[in-house]
């Protein structure tokens, strides 16, 4: 999904602006992941998830330029990533998520916790 805002920001409950949840709205949200793809020809990718941090030198690309994928689950059990793409000196944002609740055992664990 694409929109010209992709953000959701609750402002409401804390004083100051926090992540929503785009399905549902819920301020509850967790870093679950993070992947940093190679640009261009290079093979590799970083990933940091509840696991710790893993690099994948032979991960082929998927793009002309880097792409950066933050990965959240809201306390409701929605999946949702924003996804950076840098292109030709222009930095683009996307939205992925799905209208569906995972289910708890299929939910990703936070990253860190507090």
């Known amino acids: 999904m694409t929109e010209n805002n992709p953000f959701r920001v609750d ?3 804390l004083g100051q602006p926090v992540l929503a949840c785009p399905v549902c709205g819920c ?14 020809m ?12 893993t690099l994948d030198p032979d ?4 793009n002309r330029g880097v792409k950066i ?3 959240f ?3 409701s059990g929605h999946r949702f990533d924003y ?3 840098f ?7 996307d939205l992925l998520m799905s209208p569906l609740a995972l289910p708890m055992e299929k939910q990703p664990d936070t990253i860190w916790r507090d």
């Open 83 to 85: 996804i950076l793409l």
């Open 42 to 53: 290079r093979n590799g990718i970083l990933s940091v998830n509840s696991r710790g941090i």
């Open 73 to 75: 689950l809201c306390e």
């Open 59 to 62: 991960y082929e690309p998927s």
């Open 69 to 71: 994928t933050l990965q």
């Open 27 to 40: 301020h509850s949200v967790h870093p679950v992941g993070l992947e940093c793809r190679s640009p261009g």
């Open 87 to 93: 292109h030709k000196g222009s930095t683009l944002i």
């Open 11 to 13: 402002t409401e409950n």
